[in-house]
């Protein structure tokens, strides 16, 4: 049985990870969920430009939360003074979870970068707006979208739209069910200087929206990062094939698809037996690597797999 790492020993990982952090950065500085970490799998921190946010999965002991708050506010001005200006904590296990400030001053809204792009985050929503973990996906969409025409399904605070129209995309559709993340989108791409692109915001569910989307296709680049549940929208058992049996009618000739599922019980080899299943069409790439802050002891639940598309000959004529 591998002994629980004490807070002192907890505290000495996040204060190695945050030793190269920029103040407007973004970064999880402790990946508690992924199980590497003794003891301490019912807690994240993240860090956003100035705030820790700590999000706890299940109720602290009596007195964790002061004693690991005490601890970080004497690391990070022994060793990192200056990036911090406040700390939250969220109780996820709590229904509706609950925010607290615990120290200092935590802004409604932050502007927070990652690499080249800026995003607006919220600290009083259970989610910020901007899932780091996707942040590899960003960072392929900026090498990859070059004169594409792009459709962003389930495309919530469009981050991935961003890093399309850093990357020289050519058009962006952004549909999700959720206007009101759409409208934060649109506030993420104006952040970036990109009001003049080619973008639509369509707030609508995707799989209600096939046709719409195909009269606005084709296009040469779909990225599908849904939620794995949903309610009244979708359910990855059920929806997801639907969703790829769909995809001849969205995309060109020739197309590039990013296809992702983050679900701890769906395997990789899962994942793609059901694209080749239900889109046999599309050639596996290769698989996006995950983001280094979220290390797992198993596979990582976020699977972002690229696929080639070449349309069927019947198709094509």
């Known amino acids: 049985m591998v002994d629980e790492l004490s807070v002192d020993e ?42 820790l946010l700590l999000t706890w999965f299940s109720e602290p002991k009596p007195d964790e939360e002061v004693a690991l708050l005490g601890a970080l506010l ?7 003074d200056g990036l911090l200006i406040g700390v939250c904590s969220q109780h996820r296990y709590q229904k509706p979870a609950t925010m607290a400030v615990l120290w200092g001053d935590v ?23 901007l899932f780091m973990d996707m942040a ?15 459709l962003n399904t389930f495309a919530f605070t469009c981050s991935l739209s961003v890093a399309a129209i850093a990357g020289g995309a050519k058009r962006v559709i952004n549909i999700d069910m959720n206007g009101g993340v759409l409208k934060r989108g649109r506030e993420n791409q104006h952040l970036n200087e990109q009001q003049l692109a080619n973008v639509e915001y369509l707030p609508h569910k995707v799989l209600s929206s096939i046709g719409k989307l195909a009269r606005k296709g084709p296009f040469d680049l779909v ?15 059920k929806d997801y094939a639907r969703l790829l049996r769909s995809m001849p009618r969205l995309l060109a000739k020739q197309a590039t698809l990013l296809l992702c599922c983050n679900s701890p019980r769906v ?16 050639t596996f790439v290769e698989r996006l690597p995950n983001n280094p802050d979220f290390a797992e002891r198993g596979e990582a639940p976020l699977k972002g797999l690229v ?6 000959r019947s198709l094509i004529n």
């Open 107 to 129: 802004p409604a809204k932050l502007i927070v970068n990652e690499g080249k792009l800026a995003f607006w985050v919220d600290m009083q929503r259970q989610n910020s707006g």
């Open 267 to 282: 395997s990789q080899q899962a994942f793609q037996d059901m694209i080749a299943q239900n889109l046999p069409q599309a």
């Open 10 to 51: 907890l505290i000495k990982q996040v204060v190695s990870s945050s030793l190269e952090l920029h103040p407007k950065q973004a970064k999880r500085l402790l990946h508690g969920r992924g199980g590497c970490f003794s003891g301490w799998q019912h807690l994240n921190m993240d860090y956003y430009a100035g705030v």
């Open 136 to 150: 590899p996906g960003r960072q392929w969409l900026l090498y990859h979208t070059q004169g594409c025409h792009v």
């Open 74 to 80: 004497v690391a990070f001005k022994q060793h990192c």
């Open 223 to 237: 990225i599908a990062d849904p939620p794995t549940f949903q309610r009244g929208s979708f359910e990855f058992d």
């Open 307 to 312: 696929y080639h598309y070449q349309a069927e």
